[in-house]
């Protein structure tokens, strides 16, 4: 490697630890809403969303406009996020997931490998910190496949499964003022954010949050009932691991879709080969094994799953993100 691109690497690297570094300290203040929302907003805006004094934010916001992630609007008193805001957030998902949402682990993983389940019961994740990171990675990484599947069948009713911070459903119904959608979400925290978000965005009146577990579908089908998509976004692996429930969960799915509905799954498989892939589906892959007891299937183990459900046709397609697919399965 030459000099000149040694330098741009570790200037690369020191931007990017930054951008995210400041990224999360929102996240933790409650103002990144407000951040993505895109929309111009004053110091005021920020006080309203975290509860928080005023010049604490306001040193906050000083420091989002050095780094030039924010800048000042036309407006006097007025803030807008940068031009190229989303690109840096979307980058800085990998480091907010891979560093914060995942802290538990790699803080105390000398006690994971020591005594696994034990630690698992200690040491969980926060689900808002998932959430958020992985709506992050997911403007880019995956959300745009399924935004281009549901958006060319027409699709009125959606479903989502696990759905975090609902970033992909509050998108989907910002694109059709006809649809509704269902998020659901077992962490109370990521519930809240959901309907933060759809509140934020003027579509919570089209939104029905449904806190509860994907599992629970099996006895309850009722929240996804008529749905022409439902969509799950790296949660049904969790669910893999118990063949009879998974396997319960995805006819009941199946069942559920109104005729010629279709399952949207985004997921990860098992240490990707690919050069562009490896590095980070390495990671993911060796969390999910040794710090969530989660083996994630090969591409066909995937497939093979939703046929042996009644899926009358499987497809999988690369993701963006790194070890990514999208399986879509028509009923």
Known sequence: MSTQNRHSSLERAADLAAVAALLQIGVELGVDQVLDSGAAFQVGDLTKHSGLPEPGLREYLRAMTA?????????????????????????????????????????????????????????????????????????????PAIVERVSAAGALRVADLGAGAGALLVQLLLKDTARTGVALDISAAACAASREAAAEAGVGDRLEVVEGSIESLVDDPGPIKGAEVI???????????????????LR????????????????????????????????????????????????????????????????????????????????
């Open 231 to 249: 969509q799950a976004c790296f949660v049904m692996h969790d669910l893999l691991q118990d063949d009879a429930m998974s396997s319960s969960v």
């Open 67 to 143: 780094a030039g992630l924010v800048v000042e609007a036309d407006a006097a008193g007025w803030y807008e996020v940068a031009e190229d805001y989303p690109e840096r957030r979307y980058e800085a998902g990998y480091v907010s997931w891979a560093m914060n949402a995942n802290h538990p682990f790699l803080h105390n993983a000398r006690s994971f490998f020591a005594d696994a389940d034990a630690a698992e019961r200690t040491h969980r994740r926060d689900g808002r910190r998932v959430a958020v990171s992985t709506r992050w990675m997911g403007e880019r990484g995956f959300y």
């Open 252 to 331: 009941s799915c199946r069942e559920a879709l109104a005729p010629n509905g279709f399952m949207a799954v985004a997921d990860a498989v098992a240490y990707a080969a690919e050069p562009s892939e490896r590095k980070f589906s390495a990671l993911f892959t060796h969390l999910h094994a040794n710090f969530m007891n989660v083996r994630l299937p090969e591409e066909e183990e995937w497939m093979a799953k939703f046929r042996a459900a009644g899926f009358s046709a499987v497809e999988c397609i690369p993701l963006t993100l790194p070890g990514g697919r999208l399986f879509v399965a028509t009923k």
